[in-house]
């Protein structure tokens, strides 16, 4: 297979850690004979300094015709103060709405040698296996009026949360569709006893769940998700959410695996004429200007999203597991990054992702 990808590493340790999921990407592609035609391209605040936006035009051009695209983590500190239409993070909102990646999935699952890395309790964690799915296009983030007006006394700011009923719909249904290939529930997560658009999300929910007779539903309030979210993480298959709640929840998730720097995250959307879905892969943390450039970030975020990849845009399920067994490994041997509290002396960025390639 030909497997024609846009790269877009982007800041801090996004180019870090996305070197080696590449790195790891040839190396499985190369075991099952497939070719991969990659295009780098500039995204957040290096294509700021680069381009003097965020989300430039070629890059807006090269994700559409890509079959997948993945990317790193965006966001510079020397953008700190500058307002949110001109900040790097507004080019990855940017790239999420023109590939129109409705469903961004986010699974958090411990991994038996990582039981110790996390603070809960180990036989809360143990046998943790969940996937978030977050809204991504709609909500908070994207919704009109929204801005900082007036001055002085008069000055004030707004933000609109915003859902319409095929926005709700879509994402409810690939929860649901998901959720038949695995333990077949489905939480949908939400804050009805207060926002309106909860709860037109919670009835949209219930009428696409009437499609879906084999697969259980229940609802909790936000708030209350996330206290069992490490009360009882376990009771968690399929969770549903809006764009925002599912951006708190997943780094809430993160500690039930350890160290967000485990989290992989696929975003996927419509289809492509070729049927297979359009997506975005990235790992669910950020750029980390503090460590940025030390080689000692935690690449198996952005290798497992090279994983999922592999599964929702190829459909190559076998090249998948061997990527994910081959991280399983490096986990069992210890040889991990400092996040991952290993018993010895760190292994560094680089070292886990030659590792991986190594046990592929
Ligand atoms: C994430 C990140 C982004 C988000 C930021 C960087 C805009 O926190 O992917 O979870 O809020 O969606
Ligand atoms: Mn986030």
């Known amino acids: 297979m030909e497997l024609n990808l846009l790269i877009l590493p982007g800041d801090g340790i996004g180019t870090e850690v996305t070197r080696e999921a590449v790195r790891v990407l040839d190396r499985v592609a190369a075991k099952f004979n497939h070719k991969v035609n990659s295009k780098e391209a500039l995204l957040g605040g290096i294509a700021i300094h680069k381009t003097g936006g965020p989300f430039p035009e070629e890059t807006a051009r090269l994700c559409v015709d890509a079959d997948a695209t993945l990317m790193g983590a965006v966001g510079l500190p020397e953008f700190d103060n500058w307002p949110p239409e001109k900040r790097p993070e507004r080019g990855l909102l940017g790239i999420r709405k023109t590939m129109g990646v409705f469903a961004n999935l986010r699974p958090v699952r411990s991994y038996p040698a990582l039981l110790d890395s996390s603070p809960l309790k180990n036989h809360l964690v143990d046998g943790v296996d969940m996937i978030i799915v977050r809204e991504l296009t709609g909500g908070i983030y994207y919704g009109t009026p929204r801005g900082i007006f007036g001055e002085g006394e008069n000055e004030h700011a707004m933000n ?11 994402v409810t249904r690939m929860s649901f569709e998901l959720a038949r290939k695995r333990r077949k529930k489905v939480t949908n997560v939400d804050k009805c006893n207060v926002l309106e658009t909860s709860q037109l999300w919670r009835k949209v929910v219930i009428e696409v769940a009437a499609d879906y007779p084999d697969v259980e539903l229940d609802h909790l309030l936000v708030d209350n998700c996330a206290m069992q979210l490490v009360l009882n993480p376990k ?40 049927g297979a879905w359009v997506g975005l892969y990235e790992p669910v943390h950020g750029s980390a200007p503090d460590i940025a450039g030390q080689n000692k970030a935690n690449p198996l975020g952005a290798i497992g999203s090279v994983a999922a990849m592999l599964e929702y845009s190829f459909g190559l399920m076998e090249e998948a597991a061997a990527v994910n067994a081959a991280m399983e490994k490096v986990l069992n041997s210890g040889n991990v990054t400092a996040d991952l509290r290993p018993k010895g002396t760190p292994a560094t960025t680089s070292e886990v992702g030659e590792a991986v390639c190594d046990a592929i």
Do not use: H, Q, W
Request: hydrophobic share 45%; aromatic share 6%.
């Open 235 to 274: 009771r968690f298959d399929m969770v549903l959410t809006e764009n925002m709640f599912g951006d708190i929840l997943s780094d809430e998730g993160a500690v039930l695996a350890g160290s967000i720097g485990m989290l992989p995250s696929a975003s996927i959307g419509g289809k492509m004429p070729s």
């Open 160 to 170: 609109t949360m915003a859902y319409t009923r095929a926005e709700i719909e879509r």
